[in-house]
């Protein structure tokens, strides 16, 4: 069965516009149905739009309801595309909100989250300035399931970048970056493909 690929953004899209642009160019056997943001002003988009993907908005801003009440709305929006918990893989590509549990669980296994770090390093916001400022001499980013706690699911890949005695945070992000578009594509394609299973926490690879 081909998956259907939504992504959830919420700004600029760098990560959605390097899954989008290499499902096309590798073909890998996956279907972008949807790119979601919570902000209007979202510049991910518009290049979503320009990659022929459809987009929707479902705003976060004022919205005076529940956690779980804001992500029925999305969930609302998946089924519109007929994206199931059977049929899905969501990947988070700076979706500045957290999900509730009920969301979670009913799509287990099924979503992804890009984080700009190490894991279990540096988790929640500013990563790439926590890195700088502990003083370590290597970082980079994981792409891992996401479960109920903040960057806690299991780990699918991992990338590392060496920190410069010169590098601010800006420096820094920008070489995480690349890397960052580079592990995404990979887990992706891992998933797509069927090569992963998970057992417990561990993600296990198949031949
Ligand atoms: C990335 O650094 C990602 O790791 C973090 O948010 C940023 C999103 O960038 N979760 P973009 O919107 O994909 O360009």
Known sequence: MLLKLAILISGRGSNMKAILNAVKKQNIPIKPTVVISNKPTAKGLKIASKLGVQTEIVESKGFQGTRWEYDQKI???LSKYDITSKNSLICLAGFMRILSP???KKFKNRILNIHPSILPAFPGLDAQRQAIESG??????????VDEGVDTGPIIVQEIVKIKNDDTEETLSK???????????????LIAEKKIKV???????LS
């Open 75 to 77: 969930i609302h929006v």
């Open 102 to 104: 009920e969301f979670i």
């Open 136 to 145: 370590v001499s290597h970082s980079g980013c994981t792409v891992h399931f």
């Open 175 to 189: 070489r995480i970056l690349v890397k960052e578009h580079k592990a995404y594509v990979k887990a992706v394609k």
């Open 199 to 205: 057992v417990g926490r561990n993600v296990k690879f």
